[in-house]
T-cell receptor, first 115, second 114 residues
Framework: GAGVSQSPRYKVAKRGQDVALRCDPI?????LFWYQQALGQGPEFLTY????????KSGLPSDRFFAERPEGSVSTLKIQRTQQEDSAVYLC?????????????FGQGTRLTVV | AQSVSQHNHHVILSEAASLELGCNYS??????LFWYVQYPGQHLQLLLK??????LVKGIKGFEAEFIKSKFSFNLRKPSVQWSDTAEYFC????????????FGSGTRLSIRP
């Protein structure tokens, strides 16, 4: 596609429910990033993939958060047993390579509300 | 660890006023620097970026930023703002040695009075 696509755009989950957020990066992009953006804050890094390899997951806030990119293209961010503090916009970005200075293109995000 | 500070949370200007948004970063090594913009209801878009070379970088829509290494700063400027510049602006950095995660500041909301 023309840009990074994320689905769903909006998700309301009951506390304790599991959710799965999908990211379709720009075709051919090697690198894929997940960020969490709370209201009024900047995006906070969660995890990074280069192709199918998860090279950095230092930003995942707990073991309830899990991300995968099994075939090196589409990625899924899964949150188990959601809590109210998980409410945020989850952003996905992709870039053509992991080399320095390569621009990252962002999707519209998925707004998750946990009630 | 890297961090980015944006001094102003909300800036309000009249059209045609000059703009400068502050950004300071904390990192001991060599960095790449970015400014991203988020217009209302839209996704983050790159305004400009600095990798190396001329520390004065020009971006889209008349924006520019100057990298001052001694001050660890990368301030964003525009000589004359327009109403359409109303948006959230984010400064960001990533370490040259680890061209993976980009660290963002908390953002500055810019409101332009018509």
């Amino acid at each position: 596609g023309a840009g990074v696509s994320q689905s769903p755009r909006y998700k309301v989950a009951k506390r304790g429910q599991d959710v799965a957020l999908r990211c379709d990066p720009i075709s051919g992009h090697v690198s894929l990033f997940w960020y969490q953006q709370a209201l009024g804050q900047g995006p906070e890094f969660l995890t990074y993939f280069q192709n199918e390899a998860q090279l950095d997951k230092s930003g995942l806030p707990s073991d309830r958060f899990f991300a995968e990119r099994p075939e090196g293209s589409v990625s899924t961010l899964k949150i188990q047993r959601t809590q109210q503090e998980d409410s945020a916009v989850y952003l996905c970005a992709s870039s053509a390579s992991g080399r320095e200075g390569t621009e990252a293109f962002f999707g519209q995000g998925t707004r998750l509300t946990v009630v | 660890a890297q961090s980015v500070s944006q001094h102003n949370h909300h800036v309000i200007l009249s059209e045609a006023a000059s703009l400068e948004l502050g950004c300071n970063y904390s990192y001991g090594g060599t960095v790449n620097l970015f400014w991203y913009v988020q217009y209302p209801g839209q996704h983050l878009q790159l305004l400009l970026k600095y990798f190396s070379g001329d520390p004065l970088v020009k971006g889209i829509k008349g924006f520019e930023a100057e990298f001052i290494k001694s001050k660890f700063s990368f301030n964003l400027r525009k000589p004359s703002v327009q109403w359409s510049d109303t948006a959230e602006y984010f400064c960001a950095v990533n370490a040259r040695s680890s061209a993976s995660k980009i660290i963002f500041g908390s953002g500055t909301r810019l409101s332009i009075r018509p």
